[in-house]
């Protein structure tokens, strides 16, 4: 048996998002692999029970599953939010190590879905590493804001695993949330884990975050190939363009998702 830590940040606006994550993922379980989900928001823990009590009953027949629910306070993150177009909840998860005792996590936003069993991604060895995660999309339009060379990645912080017991030991925390509160920074979260992270970074295979947008022939332009092939066999779709707004690419997989819930 596998246990398998996934956590999500949300707000309550991006619950019922994260519920169609959480399907998608228990909808592809390997038996007898046992799935915890850490649910990291700013609401009220009986405002979230009463929220997941109308879900909870389809989740539990399609595989079953451990979930907890962290309560965060949005006064924790004042200051650190400098980009209007990302939400306080995406720094949730820069909280991971210091409201958990687990030492290894899959994080993922609320707007991906899984297409395969998760746990070909819990088992990549990051023992050595901080994070393992994808190359951005748009990783050469990005290395400038995290103060990284042009020969460096920037990798999209939407699907990653992180090992949580090497951010304890070197305070990374604390690091991360000091650099963000430089004056003058404009640094968003997935800037400042560039940078922190720099270097200790496991790049995995592009199929592990497929980031879809409008059709885009000049996506990854030195790996053709394996962004084909990604597109064609996913194991992680991450929407850009949010499904539930406007149609995308494999729009119809989300809705699939979706469907079972209603």
């Known amino acids: 048996m596998t246990e398998i830590n ?3 940040g949300v707000t309550e606006d991006w619950l019922e998002h994260t519920y169609v994550t959480m399907c998608s993922i228990l909808s592809h ?7 915890k989900f850490f649910i990291l928001s700013n609401i009220t823990e009986e405002k979230f029970n009463k929220n997941f009590e109308k879900i909870k009953e389809k989740l539990s027949k399609i595989y079953p599953f451990f979930i907890k629910y962290i309560k ?15 939400g306080v909840s995406a720094y949730f998860r820069l909280k991971l190590s210091s409201v958990t005792d687990i030492n290894k996590v899959i994080y993922l936003d609320s707007d991906v879905i899984t297409m395969d069993n998760i ?3 819990w088992n990549y060895d990051i023992e050595n590493c901080l994070i393992a995660a994808v190359e951005d999309k748009y990783s ?3 290395t400038c804001q995290a103060n990284l060379s042009e020969s ?4 999209n912080s939407g699907v990653m ?6 951010f304890r030991e070197e305070n990374l925390e604390e690091k991360i949330f000091k650099k963000l509160l430089e004056p003058d920074n404009n640094y968003s979260d997935q800037d400042v884990l560039n ?22 022939p000049n996506s990854f332009p030195n790996k053709k190939e394996e962004y084909n092939n990604a597109l064609q066999n996913p194991i992680i779709l991450h929407y850009f363009i949010k499904p539930w707004i406007l149609p995308v690419q494999y729009s119809e997989y989300w809705r699939e998702y979706s469907q079972k819930l209603i």
Request: proline share 2%.
């Open 161 to 166: 695993l992180m090992n949580l017991k090497k």
């Open 72 to 86: 965060l306070k949005t006064s924790d993150f004042d200051g650190v939010v400098h980009d209007k177009r990302v």
């Open 119 to 121: 746990g070909k991604l």
């Open 6 to 8: 996934i956590a999500f």
């Open 195 to 216: 940078d922190i992270c720099r270097k200790r970074i496991l790049y995995l295979p592009l199929k592990y975050n497929v980031m879809l947008t409008v059709d885009d």
């Open 140 to 142: 050469a339009l990005m």
């Open 29 to 35: 379980a390997v038996k007898n692999d046992e799935y």
């Open 152 to 155: 460096e990645k920037y990798i």
